[in-house]
Structures are given as structure tokens and as C-alpha cells.
């Protein structure tokens, strides 16, 4: 039976995805306008997203629904 690799993060998952984020923003305005630099910011955005869903989750304020 093989071991599960684990990785340790020193950073929280908002921070890395706040810095992928921004790794991918930098990369696309080293990029002329095309689909590379469009498809790097469209990732971009989506990690953004995904920060934004993951605070919401997190957020002490979500309550379960209510039983009808």
C-alpha cells in the first residue's frame, strides 16, 4: 500500500489563492493581448472567485438551512 504524499502549507488557502491569483495577473501583462494572456486572466478571475466562495463558507454567519 502506497502513503499519501502531504503537504504542509505555511500559508492559509485565502493567502495562496490570493497569491496565484496575482502570480497569474502579473504573468498576463507580460503577455501581447491574445488567448494566452486572456485564458491567464480568466484563471485569475476564477481564483478570485474562489476566495470570495471560501470566505462566504467560512464566514460564521452561514447558518445550515432551517427543516420545512
Known sequence: MTERRRNKHTASFEERLAEEALR??????????GKRR???LRQARR???EAHIHEWLAS???????PV
Not at 24 to 33: F, G, H, Y
Not at 60 to 66: A, C
Request: aromatic share 0%; no cysteine.
Open 24 to 33: 497569474l495577473k502579473e504573468q498576463a501583462k507580460l503577455l501581447p493581448t
Open 38 to 40: 486572456e485564458m491567464l
Open 47 to 49: 481564483t478570485d472567485i
Open 60 to 66: 460564521p454567519g452561514l447558518q445550515p438551512p432551517k
